[in-house]
T-cell receptor
Framework: GNSVTQMEGPVTLSEEAFLTINCTYT??????LFWYVQYPGEGLQLLLK?????DKGSNKGFEATYRKETTSFHLEKGSVQVSDSAVYFC????????????FGTGTRLTVIP | DTAVSQTPKYLVTQMGNDKSIKCEQN?????MYWYKQDSKKFLKIMFS???????INETVPNRFSPKSPDKAHLNLHINSLELGDSAVYFC??????????????FGSGTRLTVV
């Protein structure tokens, strides 16, 4: 079946630290992969995506590379800011129909000054 | 210009009451969803509607009833509210039938507190 496994949180980092949030997936075929972010008190926003192997998605200093050989899509940022404190969700979308978006459990990131 | 809008943003109500949450999308998407997010931030799909027809109904109490008057609206009605219904409810929509290049678009959530 299709599933996403995310690094357990919470993660606490100091400002300007390097961030990695691990995400691996199980899927048949070639899913599209996404990272969503949920800032405190807000809804989910699409942060970045990659639609085929070796693609790199990037936005707001965050990056993730679609690695088919390791079935991974780890989220990275070189220097986090306090404003990056949020919950991050890895997700995959498989196929062209409805009901095909599968979320990980979310990782809470707190960045302290 | 809000793509997926849901109201109200906050809802505080007493046990046993009946309440509704409304959702509208102006993206022309085919399918709309309701998700429940618990206190640990875990997202669980509850319902999805494709072009006004229910196509998935996960195991949720029948006190929850979705209603879709048209393709752009999916409302959630909850009867006899219980303490355990307290959560954040998200509406979402998706465009289907093409490449799976796009994720879902989410509303900003409704925080329901049952007291």
């Amino acid at each position: 079946g299709n599933s996403v496994t995310q690094m357990e949180g919470p993660v606490t980092l100091s400002e300007e630290a390097f961030l990695t949030i691990n995400c691996t997936y199980t899927a048949t075929g070639y899913p599209s992969l996404f990272w969503y972010v949920q800032y405190p008190g807000e809804g989910l926003q699409l942060l970045l995506k990659a639609t085929k192997a070796d693609d790199k998605g990037s936005n707001k200093g965050f990056e993730a590379t679609y690695r088919k050989e390791t079935t991974s899509f780890h989220l990275e940022k070189g220097s986090v800011q306090v404003s990056d404190s949020a919950v991050y969700f890895c997700a995959l979308r498989r196929g062209t129909g409805a009901n095909n978006l599968f979320f990980g459990t979310g990782t809470r990131l707190t960045v302290i000054p | 210009d809000t793509a997926v809008s849901q109201t109200p943003k906050y809802l505080v109500t007493q046990m046993g009451n009946d309440k509704s949450i409304k959702c509208e999308q102006n993206l022309g998407h085919d399918t709309m969803y309701w998700y429940k997010q618990d206190s640990k931030k875990f997202l669980k799909i509850m319902f999805s509607y494709n072009n006004k027809e229910l196509i998935i109904n996960e195991t949720v109490p029948n006190r929850f009833s979705p209603k879709s008057p048209d393709k752009a609206h999916l409302n959630l009605h909850i009867n006899s509210l219980e303490l355990g219904d307290s959560a954040v409810y998200f509406c979402a929509s998706s465009q289907d039938g093409g490449p799976a290049n796009y994720g879902y678009t989410f509303g900003s959530g409704t925080r329901l507190t049952v007291v």
